[in-house]
């Protein structure tokens, strides 16, 4: 496992911009597969983009392809998520995750990661 901060989250009006960053530690970040997952109260924890463990290979949640972009230092243990063109349905906390990469069919489940950050507030107002 690896433990994991979020940090970055905050308000901002509808058509801006956040970038997120998720900082870890553990010297198996290298290894990990790292996602992005939101959730807003009375709803499931929900996929929003996925970076494999080289960075070479990302996968985004519909609602968001386009608009958010994922990437990742490995030399700093260190994942972002870029997001432009901000909606309010965008409003959510959002989790940071890492797991194993066992290729990519797996990275839309929850069930993949076993680290889990804390948790960043986003929130676009109209």
């Known amino acids: 496992q690896v433990q994991l901060v979020e940090s970055g989250g905050g308000l901002v009006q509808t058509g801006g911009s956040l970038r997120l960053s998720c900082a870890a530690s553990?010297?198996?970040?290298?290894?990990?597969?790292m996602g992005w997952f939101r959730q807003t109260p009375g709803k499931e924890r929900e996929f929003v983009a996925a970076?494999?463990?080289?960075?070479?290979?990302?996968l985004y949640a519909d609602s968001v392809k386009g608009r958010f972009t994922i990437s990742r230092d490995n030399a700093k243990n260190t994942v972002y998520l870029q997001m432009n063109s901000l909606k309010p349905e965008d409003t959510a906390v959002y989790y940071c995750?890492?797991?194993?990469?066992?290729?990519?069919?797996?990275?839309?489940?929850?069930?993949?990661?076993?680290?889990w950050g804390q948790g960043t507030q986003v929130t676009v107002s109209s």
């Open positions: 995750a890492g797991g194993r990469d066992y290729g990519s069919r797996w990275y839309v489940s929850r069930n993949n990661y076993d680290s």
């Open positions: 553990g010297r198996t970040f290298s290894s990990y597969v």
């Open positions: 970076i494999s463990y080289r960075g070479d290979s990302t």
